[in-house]
C-alpha cells in the first residue's frame, strides 16, 4: 500500500514563502513521476508542477519564476519552494504519484496515487 504524507502548509503574507514536502511511503520500488496540484475555493484541480524520473520539470504558467520542485530520489520525497507567494496562489495543495505496483506498468498522469492536502493560505 502506498502514501502520500504531506506537509509544510500555512498561513503567510504575500511575498513571503512556504516549503511543501511529500514523502511517498510503501510498496515503492520505482517511482515515475511525482506533481502537486492545487485546487482553490470554486474551482478546478489544477497542476502546479511535475517532475519526471528524467527530464526537464514542468511548471504551470502562474507559478514559473517563483516556485521550485525538487527530487529526493533517496527518500521518495519531492519538496516544492514557493516564493514571492500571492493572494491567488492560495488553495488546498495535493501531492500526486505516478508508482507502479509491477514492472512494466505504463506510465500515466496523473498518477494513482493522492495525498490528503494541505493548505496553503497567503493574506496579509
Known amino acids: 500500500q502506498v502514501q502520500l504524507v504531506e506537509s509544510g502548509g500555512g498561513l503567510v503574507q504575500p511575498g513571503g514563502s512556504l516549503r511543501l514536502s511529500c514523502a511517498a511511503t510503501g510498496n515503492i520500488f520505482n517511482i515515475n513521476s511525482m506533481s502537486w496540484f492545487r485546487q482553490a475555493l470554486k474551482n478546478k484541480r489544477e497542476l502546479v508542477a511535475r517532475?519526471?524520473?528524467?527530464?526537464?520539470?514542468y511548471y504551470g504558467e502562474d507559478v514559473k519564476g517563483r516556485f521550485t520542485l525538487s527530487r529526493d530520489n533517496a527518500k521518495n520525497t519531492v519538496f516544492l519552494q514557493m516564493n514571492d507567494l500571492k493572494l491567488e496562489d492560495t488553495a488546498v495543495y495535493y501531492c500526486?504519484?505516478?508508482?507502479?505496483?509491477?514492472?512494466?506498468?505504463?506510465?500515466?498522469?496523473?498518477?494513482?496515487?493522492w495525498g490528503t492536502g494541505t493548505l496553503v493560505n497567503v493574506s496579509s
Open positions: 517532475i519526471p524520473t528524467n527530464g526537464p520539470v
Open positions: 500526486n504519484a505516478d508508482i507502479p505496483q509491477s514492472p512494466g506498468e505504463k506510465h500515466v498522469f496523473p498518477g494513482a496515487y
